[in-house]
């Protein structure tokens, strides 16, 4: 159990929130530089792919992602927490092999990068104070999917994740996987697209999931850094999202 002292002041509250925000920000800068290397919009990219690889994106998403719970959970039992720059890495290289024999590798891939995926949120988790093991701390890593991703990053429109949790019960675990899959399906074959642009290959996969997993690793920090702020502020936990939202959604001043 956490020993707190007493609330941290305003100030502190606003610094806090501040540093969110500018991660927040840089998160999106990620998927304008890989956009920049495969051309295109980001829209665009699913048109990209066979039809029936788009038509099973959603199943291969949904089941990619309960492996990936069970795989990044057991594999916390055998290598404790990673630095980021090791996940990046891992993701790095296995885009990059993706990438290079076209879809069908790319394809093969993908659950593999899930797991890393997932594992590098729950390294966030525990760096920012919270067990992995927990229910509920697994409930906001599957959430932290339901972000944008890096290449539909818009302002605010990616911040349905931060969202009051709900009470966790395997029902509702389940429940989150159902509506997350869908989202992270999109974004997932965004991915597959941008991998296996032709001539490019290995370079574009290597691209894509270094940006994928970098922008996956801000918004878990934005995640849990908001709900750390939360428990050391004493305050509301919406309180503070709406005051980081303010802060996301209002264009800055430009002189």
């Known amino acids: ?28 800068n990620l998927g304008i530089q890989v956009l920049n290397v495969v051309g295109g919009q980001a829209e665009k ?55 290079f024999g076209g879809l069908p590798s790319a394809l093969a891939e993908l659950p593999i990068t899930t797991t890393i995926l997932l594992r590098a949120i729950q390294d966030v988790a525990a760096e920012h ?49 159902n509506r997350v899959a869908p989202r992270l399906a999109t974004v997932l074959g965004q991915k597959l697209a941008a991998q296996t642009v032709p001539v490019l290959g290995a370079a574009a996969g290597a691209a894509t999931n270094y940006a994928y997993t970098s922008y996956y690793q801000q918004m878990a920090h934005v995640h849990f850094g908001l709900r750390r702020l939360a428990i050391e502020a004493d305050r509301e936990h919406a309180t503070l999202v709406t005051a980081f939202r303010a802060r996301v959604e209002t264009p800055p001043i430009t002189h």
């Open 1 to 28: 159990m956490d020993i707190l002292g007493p609330p941290i002041d305003d100030a502190e509250i606003e610094a806090r929130l501040d540093a969110l925000a500018r991660r927040h920000a840089r998160a999106g």
């Open 45 to 99: 990219l699913l048109d990209r792919l066979p039809a029936e690889i788009r038509n099973r994106l959603g199943d291969s998403t949904e089941q990619a992602l309960r492996l990936a719970m069970s795989a990044a959970q057991g594999s916390r039992g055998m290598v404790g927490g990673q630095p980021g720059w090791l996940n990046r890495a891992a993701t790095t290289a296995m885009g990059a092999a993706g990438g």
């Open 129 to 177: 104070g919270f067990d992995p093991a927990e229910q509920g701390v697994r409930f906001d890593c599957i959430e932290v999917f339901a972000a944008a991703g890096p290449l539909d990053h818009d302002d605010g429109a990616d911040l349905a994740f931060l969202s009051t949790r709900v009470a966790v019960t395997g029902k509702s675990l389940q429940s989150l996987i």
